[in-house]
């Protein structure tokens, strides 16, 4: 096939956007086809920014330990801009730690990690690319032809989109391309998936949807899910623990400010009265008013 300017412009925006949403550039990362679900160790984590106008460092997270073990379902909540997606991407390797460790595995994060995948509150899909192309371009690179058909086709249909795989992103709601961008995150078997506001920008009937999903796919394919939301009940659902991220009055920084076990097996029911007691805890310690909510 030969290349015009214009599909080779395209050609580049589909590396840069691809290497935004969930790959980077493919020299930098560590090979591994990992299908295996693996331990997080966020091992006294910090993260500061060159503050504006002054030389004082703006400091986002503050010494965060923590271990997830592999299969485990965490939960990450806080304030906007408590440092939630800061922390997803430091386990991704798309940032790094001003100080501490992130260990996957027992082995420290060093640059983008090919054993985690992340999908973001926007799909980020390559709008050109049918549904089937964009699963398929989270595929290892190497993947023999066949088995990346065969996986591609089994992802598509676990998350029933098989029928519609011939469609562009644009002829699409927003839930299918939301389940075509959970798709290309497992299509790499991870060994960590890191979800940050996956289902935000989704209706709510939608995001229930999705939360079963999420569950469905958890059972078909180990592995352990770092999953950032604002939504309580979500957690609530979903989760094995849930983690608040908080900051101290006068501080910049948030830590780790509370870590829950979420009671019981899943699917849970969503109006179990334990549940209930710890959705009011975790919403006041969100600063929410309850008597409202
Ligand atoms: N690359 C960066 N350079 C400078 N500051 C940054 C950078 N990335 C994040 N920050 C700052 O770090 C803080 C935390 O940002 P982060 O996006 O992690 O918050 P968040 O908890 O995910 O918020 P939200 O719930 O709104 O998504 C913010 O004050 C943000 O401005
Ligand atoms: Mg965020």
């Known amino acids: 096939m030969s290349l015009d300017a214009s599909t080779s412009v395209r050609a580049e925006e589909a590396d840069e956007a691809a290497s935004d949403s969930i790959t980077e ?130 992802l598509l249909e676990l998350v029933e989109l098989d029928d519609y795989a011939h469609l562009r992103p644009r002829e699409v709601s927003g839930g299918m391309a939301q389940r075509t961008s959970l798709a290309r995150a497992l299509a790499r078997r991870p060994g960590v998936l890191l979800l940050d506001e996956p289902f935000g920008a989704l209706d709510a009937l939608t995001r229930l949807k999705m939360q079963d999903l999420l569950l469905q796919v958890h059972e078909a394919h180990p592995t352990t899910v770092l999953l950032v939301t604002h939504d309580v009940d979500e957690a609530l659902q979903l989760a094995d623990r849930i983690v608040v991220l908080g900051r101290k009055p006068r501080e910049t920084a948030a830590s780790v400010a509370h870590v829950f076990t979420v009671p019981g097996d899943r699917p849970r029911n969503r109006s179990d009265e334990q549940l209930g007691r710890m959705r009011l805890t975790l919403l006041s310690g969100l600063g929410v008013d309850t008597h409202r909510h």
């Open 25 to 154: 550039p493919r020299n930098h990362r560590t090979q591994n086809n990992t299908s295996q679900a693996l331990s997080v160790r966020f091992d006294n984590v910090c993260r500061a920014f060159p503050g504006k106008n002054s030389n004082e460092p703006h400091v986002v997270l503050k010494d965060i330990t923590l271990d997830v073990v592999p299969g485990e379902v965490l939960a990450i909540l806080g304030p906007s801009g408590s440092g939630k997606s800061t922390l997803l991407r430091a386990a991704s390797g798309l940032d790094a730690p001003t100080r501490g460790t992130v260990l996957i595995d027992g082995t420290p994060v060093n640059g983008i990690d090919d054993r985690c995948a992340v999908a973001f509150q926007e799909p980020r899909l390559l709008p050109w690319q049918n549904i089937h192309k964009n699963v398929e371009l989270g595929l290892p690179q190497g993947t023999p032809k066949a088995e990346a058909q065969e996986r591609v086709r089994r």
